[in-house]
Each structure stands twice: as structure tokens, then as C-alpha cells.
């Protein structure tokens, strides 16, 4: 008689026979980057996550290096936002002062990690969005400059990889154009290429203040009911020069995940959001989850679903949980 129990019996037969094991050196930090100085303030709505001024990032340098992820996602906060999202490409804006100290900071340490910049506007916008608004419309071909000044800003302090995460037609191009006339023909793009628009969102527009402050962002993020057309998306973003693609979120979108991966041979990233994270922060508070076996069976998920990459919240503690798993 078949009898699938054998291989289950113990936990060597389990270890042995499993398909898919969450890697943390897979894993990317997002890291809110704030103006002033000498600031690590908490976001309310998620738990363990910080903001931090530039002045602060040793600490999650250290973090990050002791936990072997392989690196951050740098947001920004800037003090100031204006029409035109000037603080998006201002190379003494917050971003690129933090990628100059980071880099820095892990110069000649045995241990580095990767530095990467989001690409976007709707952070340094006054309107919220992830464009230039004109005529109550987020224009695609004016805001590709801008795009473009953003990522050379990146660049030029030091970015190991730029993410374009705005949804624009055209950006990766955009960027990998400016990047090369630059002399940036080795830095690599990852295109957040098949991004929904999506309600998980919601903490982070708090943490970074980027809610849109009229209408949503639904002309150029995806429908959440279309699955074909985030494979469009995703081959335009191969065809355009992206080096990794992107999904995102990621829970509710795992059948996006797994035919993305069974029709590009692009390296694949994985988005867990801001709302994925928060729900389970709030369910473990109430002890009505285990924060940790549920956060391992969701890693687990993503890499079973034909992720290469995840980009998470929950990194650092999930390379920790995994640290005294191997001890
Ligand atoms: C910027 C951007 C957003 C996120 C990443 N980059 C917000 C948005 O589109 O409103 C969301 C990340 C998260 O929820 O964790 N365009």
C-alpha cells in the first residue's frame, strides 16, 4: 500500500525528503529612512518596525550583517514634499545620504550587504502620488525624468541595485537608458513589475506618509482581478532591461508568483507587504497566532511558489528564529 506517513515519521526523514527551505541570505529588509537626526521612532500600525534618521542606521547595519539577509530597501522620508517630489532626486535627500552611510559604515567589514533604493515619487510628492500630477491626472511620460534623476541620485551615491516601484509604462527602460549614459552599465534594476493596487498598503502609506491625498493610485497600479496581464507586465519589464521582476504583494498573489516564474527565466522577487506583515503582528499580540511558525510557514510559501527573492518585514526576526533553529 502507498503510504505517504513513512517519509513523515520523524523529523531527519522530514528534513530529508522537504522540496523548498526559506534561505534568510534570500531575504531583503525594507528600512524607512527619516529627516533629522538622532530619531528611531516605531510605526504604529507595524510593530518592530522603525523609522530612523540617517544618524541611526548603524543599528540596522549591524542588524542586518549579524542576520546574514542579504540586504535593505531604503524608503524616504523627507521633511519637506513639494509638487514635483523634488526630495525624490535631491542628492542630498535622505535616501542617498543613507545609502553614502551605509555603504560606508560596511566598508571593509567582513560581512556587507546589498543597498537598495525604491525608485519612486508619491514619498516626496505633496499630492501623494507616485507621478507628476497634471491636469488631475498622474502624466506617464512626464514623470519618467524625474524616474530617471531618482535613480542617477541612487547611483551616483553608491546603490548596489535600483527598484522603480511607480508603475509607470516605460520606466525601467527609462532608467536603464539613464543609468548607461551615466557609465552605470553594471548596476542592476529589479522592476517591481507586477505591482496591484492593492489595500495591504496601508501601513506603509502611514510609515511613509504616501497616502495619495485625492483619488487612488488605480490608473497605473494593477487591477487585482488580472493575472494575464501582470505576465504582460512582467515580459515588458524583461523586454525594457529589468534584471529581477517583481510581484507585489505577495500573499494573495501567489498564483501570479508561480506563473511568473514558469514564464520568465528572470530572477524573481517576492513583495511581502506592509498589511501581510501588520496582520500577523496583530493576531500574535492576541495570542491568537504563533508569530513565529506562522511567519516560517509564510516564507516557506513564497519559495514554494517559485520565488528567487523576498523582500519582507519580518526579515530579521525570521533570520533570528532561524539562527537558534540551527544551534
Ligand atoms: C511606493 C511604494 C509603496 C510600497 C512600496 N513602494 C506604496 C504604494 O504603492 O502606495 C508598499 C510597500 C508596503 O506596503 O510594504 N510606490
Same mark, same amino acid.
Given at each position: 500500500?502507498?503510504?505517504?506517513?513513512?517519509?513523515?515519521?520523524?523529523?531527519?526523514?522530514?528534513?530529508? *525528503?522537504?522540496?523548498?527551505?526559506?534561505?534568510?541570505?534570500?531575504?531583503?529588509?525594507? *528600512?524607512?529612512?527619516?529627516?533629522?537626526?538622532?530619531?528611531?521612532?516605531?510605526?504604529?500600525?507595524?510593530?518592530?518596525?522603525?523609522?530612523?534618521?540617517?544618524?541611526?542606521?548603524?543599528?540596522?547595519?549591524?542588524?542586518?550583517?549579524?542576520?546574514?539577509?542579504?540586504?535593505?530597501?531604503?524608503?524616504?522620508?523627507?521633511?519637506?514634499?513639494?509638487?514635483?517630489?523634488?526630495?525624490?532626486?535631491?542628492?542630498?535627500?535622505?535616501?542617498?545620504?543613507?545609502?553614502? #552611510?551605509?555603504?560606508?559604515?560596511?566598508?571593509?567589514?567582513?560581512?556587507?550587504?546589498?543597498?537598495?533604493?525604491?525608485?519612486? /515619487?508619491?514619498?516626496?510628492?505633496?499630492?501623494?502620488?507616485?507621478?507628476?500630477?497634471?491636469?488631475?491626472?498622474?502624466?506617464?511620460?512626464?514623470?519618467?525624468?524625474?524616474?530617471?534623476?531618482?535613480?542617477? !541620485?541612487?547611483?551616483?551615491?553608491?546603490?548596489?541595485?535600483?527598484?522603480?516601484?511607480?508603475?509607470?509604462?516605460?520606466?525601467?527602460?527609462?532608467?536603464?537608458?539613464?543609468?548607461?549614459?551615466?557609465?552605470?552599465?553594471?548596476?542592476?534594476?529589479?522592476?517591481?513589475?507586477?505591482?496591484? !493596487?492593492?489595500? #495591504?498598503?496601508?501601513?506603509?502609506?502611514?510609515?511613509?506618509?504616501?497616502?495619495?491625498?485625492?483619488?487612488?493610485?488605480?490608473?497605473?497600479?494593477?487591477?487585482?482581478?488580472?493575472?494575464?496581464? !501582470? /505576465?504582460?507586465?512582467?515580459?515588458?519589464?524583461?523586454?525594457?532591461?529589468?534584471?529581477?521582476?517583481?510581484?507585489?504583494?505577495?500573499? !494573495?498573489?501567489?498564483?501570479?508568483?508561480?506563473?511568473?516564474?514558469?514564464?520568465?527565466?528572470?530572477? /524573481?522577487?517576492?513583495?511581502?507587504?506592509?498589511?501581510?506583515?501588520?496582520? *500577523?503582528?496583530?493576531?500574535?499580540?492576541?495570542?491568537?497566532?504563533?508569530?513565529?511558525?506562522?511567519?516560517?510557514?509564510?516564507?516557506?510559501?513564497?519559495?514554494?511558489?517559485?520565488?528567487?527573492?523576498?523582500?519582507?518585514?519580518?526579515?530579521?526576526?525570521?533570520?533570528?528564529?532561524?539562527?537558534?533553529?540551527?544551534?
Amino acid at each position: 500500500m502507498q503510504r505517504l506517513r513513512r517519509l513523515r515519521k520523524n523529523g531527519m526523514l522530514r528534513g530529508l *525528503v522537504a522540496e523548498t527551505r526559506a534561505d534568510v541570505r534570500k531575504l531583503v529588509y525594507p *528600512v524607512f529612512v527619516r529627516f533629522g537626526e538622532n530619531v528611531k521612532e516605531e510605526v504604529p500600525s507595524m510593530p518592530g518596525v522603525w523609522r530612523y534618521s540617517v544618524d541611526r542606521l548603524r543599528e540596522v547595519a549591524d542588524a542586518v550583517m549579524q542576520a546574514g539577509i542579504a540586504g535593505v530597501m531604503l524608503f524616504g522620508i523627507p521633511e519637506k514634499k513639494d509638487e514635483a517630489g523634488s526630495g525624490a532626486y535631491d542628492e542630498n535627500g535622505v535616501v542617498p545620504r543613507a545609502i553614502r #552611510f551605509l555603504k560606508e559604515y560596511c566598508r571593509g567589514k567582513r560581512k556587507g550587504f546589498l543597498v537598495i533604493a525604491d525608485i519612486c /515619487l508619491c514619498e516626496y510628492t505633496s499630492h501623494g502620488h507616485c507621478g507628476a500630477l497634471i491636469g488631475g491626472e498622474v502624466e506617464n511620460d512626464a514623470s519618467l525624468p524625474l524616474h530617471t534623476e531618482a535613480a542617477l !541620485a541612487a547611483a551616483r551615491a553608491g546603490a548596489d541595485m535600483v527598484a522603480p516601484s511607480s508603475m509607470m509604462d516605460g520606466v525601467v527602460e527609462a532608467i536603464r537608458g539613464a543609468l548607461d549614459g551615466a557609465g552605470f552599465f553594471s548596476l542592476p534594476i529589479m522592476a517591481y513589475s507586477a505591482k496591484f !493596487a492593492s489595500a #495591504f498598503y496601508g501601513p506603509f502609506r502611514d510609515a511613509a506618509d504616501s497616502a495619495p491625498k485625492s483619488g487612488d493610485r488605480k490608473s497605473y497600479q494593477m487591477d487585482v482581478r488580472n493575472a494575464r496581464e !501582470a /505576465l504582460r507586465e512582467i515580459l515588458a519589464d524583461e523586454r525594457e532591461g529589468a534584471d529581477i521582476v517583481m510581484v507585489k504583494p505577495a500573499l !494573495a498573489f501567489l498564483d501570479v508568483v508561480k506563473s511568473a516564474r514558469e514564464n520568465t527565466l528572470l530572477p /524573481l522577487a517576492v513583495y511581502n507587504v506592509s498589511g501581510e506583515y501588520a496582520m *500577523v503582528k496583530a493576531a500574535a499580540k492576541e495570542g491568537w497566532l504563533d508569530e513565529k511558525r506562522t511567519v516560517t510557514e509564510i516564507m516557506t510559501a513564497f519559495f514554494r511558489a517559485g520565488a528567487d527573492i523576498v523582500i519582507t518585514y519580518h526579515a530579521l526576526d525570521f533570520a533570528r528564529w532561524q539562527r537558534s533553529e540551527d544551534e
